[in-house]
């Protein structure tokens, strides 16, 4: 990268794009739960509704990205994904396929990952009505919402075009070609998704600003008849051009160019690990100091260290496994 | 228990008068010297029916009084306990998660005795009481925790107990960790007996010890009378 260039230069909105106060919340692909840290570490204020409780610290992490997000609904890559989601937490889309049994466990097609998935048909409903409400708060009291689109392959249900985070069989679940099939999502149904999906967002949160971004990293795979190198092309040539139309269709909706601070030639080769796929850390650094740029900053907020995970219930546990220790020793005794 | 000769704080294996000839139990001093504990009851296991119970309390020592935030779970092997939509809900995996690691240091040691004694029985822990008021009794009683509750600067009266129903739910959870847990080394899970349960499903007031977790004698009659059917 030349000296000159400034990343940030890069980025033209009018006003910041997060300010002061503001509640923000994310969903997108992978690259979107990289921001959440540095949005934090930063001090502004990342909405959370879901896998909030210190219970959640004492034991092993959820998988992949379910507890990073401000609700539990893990990586979303499409925006038929996104669309989707909010139509189901609003009540306005039941999918045909809801639910996979598998062995004990009450899988969520749409979260197949979950490490701490329901063991009963009854904790299968609450806990999914419970991200649905968790989804419904965060989307309807953020003050900013950032989505980053990833991908236009996807996975559908043949039943009713429910779109799976991941080919059926793959995480959990099993594909079974007479139910699921591919779907490379077209710019005009990109597009149309992401528009139905902000106009549905205000609805429930009028004033919410949306920010929009294309995640960097390439495909890894893809499904098409072709090199994974064109459809990755093709790919994100689609989701900048879906985004850009929902910029230019709507007031409160802006672009921030991530995807070409990364990609773009100026870039430096190190933008990029090794593997030339994974986006290094010294890229979302430099992203992330030209998005800072473009908000609303105090000298006190730079550089402000990550709010702390709120533990609020050690002295109850402490008590009651003090007491239960002694109890035990009191009834030993009395033998 | 009575056992026929007095405790000399060593562990070892004595038997026990007022369960008849061929009872033994292992004598220990408090907390347990865990590895002696061990050797001692693996030493008189062999070609014997041996019963442990040990990590079942682990659900009140964790989750007595009320979590902050609240929060509330579905029992998956008992569904239709009323479920507290009010208060945060946490996967009963997740839970499990939290007890697991407490009952999984006795797998291995049942692993061993299950190797060298005739049968191996895991006893399963008493129902939580469901009279909040008798265990705020004993609380305000115990000296102990009085004291406890003033050096951490903590009111008696600010105290507040999880609720019954999520003690009670807590509980089935651990039965079902410490049961596949049993299962998993071929030893056999010895539940709670029916008769000391109210039909709520809690420790009947008959057999309340008078502390905040423990069962009675009384109670322990009836287990060691569960426990001979096992046995014979």
Redo the contacts between chains.
């Keep these: 990268m030349h000296e000159s260039f400034d990343p940030a230069q890069v980025a033209t909105i009018d006003g910041p794009l997060i300010r002061l106060g503001d509640k923000v919340v994310t969903a997108g692909s992978c690259f979107a739960a990289n921001l959440v840290p540095y949005l934090e570490k930063a001090g502004f204020t990342y909405l959370r509704t879901e896998y909030?409780?210190?219970?959640?610290t004492?034991?092993?992490p959820e998988n992949l990205s379910y507890a990073k997000f401000s609700a539990g609904y893990g990586n979303i890559y499409t925006t038929a994904q996104l669309q989707q989601l909010l139509l189901r937490a609003l009540g306005e889309f039941e999918p045909v396929e809801r639910v996979w049994c598998v062995d004990d466990r009450y899988i969520d097609p749409f979260r197949p990952g979950?490490?701490?998935?329901?063991?009963?048909?009854?904790?299968f409903d609450?806990?999914t009505t419970?991200h649905l409400r968790a989804v419904v708060r965060a989307f309807s009291e953020c003050d900013v919402f950032i989505f980053t689109l990833g991908l236009t392959e996807g996975w559908v249900s043949k039943a009713d075009g429910a779109v799976f985070p991941a080919c059926p069989g793959t995480v959990a679940g099993e594909f079974d070609a007479t139910a699921h099939a591919f779907h490379n999502f077209n710019v005009e149904e990109v597009t149309e998704s992401l528009l139905a999906f902000i106009a549905k967002l205000r609805e429930i949160n009028p004033s919410v600003r949306v920010i929009l971004t294309v995640s960097p990293v390439p495909l890894v795979a893809t499904a098409e008849n072709q090199h994974v190198l064109a459809s990755t092309v093709y790919s994100k040539s689609v989701l900048r051009v879906a985004a850009e139309t929902a910029v230019r269709r709507n007031a409160g909706v802006e672009y921030f160019p991530s995807y070409e601070i990364i990609t773009g030639p100026q870039a430096p080769k190190d933008f990029y690990e090794a593997d030339r796929r994974n986006v290094s850390a010294s890229a979302v650094e430099t992203v992330m100091s030209a998005f800072f740029s473009a908000c609303e900053r105090s000298d006190g907020l730079k550089g402000a260290a990550a709010p702390e995970v709120p533990v609020?219930?050690p002295?109850?546990?402490?008590?009651?496994?003090?007491?239960?220790?002694?109890?035990?020793?009191?009834?030993?005794?009395a033998? | 228990m009575n056992v026929t000769r007095s405790f000399d704080g060593s562990t070892t294996i004595a038997p026990i008068a007022s369960h008849g000839d061929g009872v033994l139990g292992v004598l220990s001093p408090w907390p347990r010297p865990l590895e002696a504990f061990w050797a001692a009851a693996l030493e008189g296991a062999k070609d014997r029916a041996v019963a442990v119970s040990y990590g079942g309390n682990i659900h009140l020592a964790r989750f007595l009084f009320a979590p902050q935030p609240m929060f509330d779970f579905v029992a998956s092997e008992h569904p239709d306990l009323p479920l507290d939509e009010s208060v945060e809900l946490i996967p009963e995996a997740a839970i499990r998660a939290e007890l697991a690691p407490h009952v999984i240091n006795v797998r291995p040691r049942l692993e061993a005795l299950a190797k060298v004694a005739a049968k191996v029985l895991y006893i399963g822990s008493p129902p939580p009481k469901g009279d909040d008021e008798f265990i705020a009794k004993c609380l305000r009683a115990e000296k102990f925790f009085v004291n406890l509750a003033k050096s951490s600067n903590i009111a008696l009266e600010d105290v507040r107990f999880s609720p019954r129903l999520l003690r009670l739910k807590l509980w089935h959870a651990l039965q079902a960790i410490m049961r596949e847990t049993a299962e998993g080394v071929g030893a056999t899970f010895v539940p709670a007996p029916e008769a000391g349960k109210t039909d709520e499903g809690y420790l009947h007031a008959d057999y309340y010890a008078v502390d905040v977790s423990h069962a009675n004698k009384l109670y322990g009659a009836q287990v060691v009378a569960n426990l001979r059917r096992y046995v014979d």
């Design positions: 909030t409780h210190p219970l959640y004492k034991i092993p979950l490490r701490y998935a329901a063991r009963s048909a009854r904790e609450a806990l419970a609020i219930a002295a109850a546990s402490a008590l009651s496994t003090a007491l239960v220790d002694f109890e035990c020793e009191e009834a030993a005794q033998r």
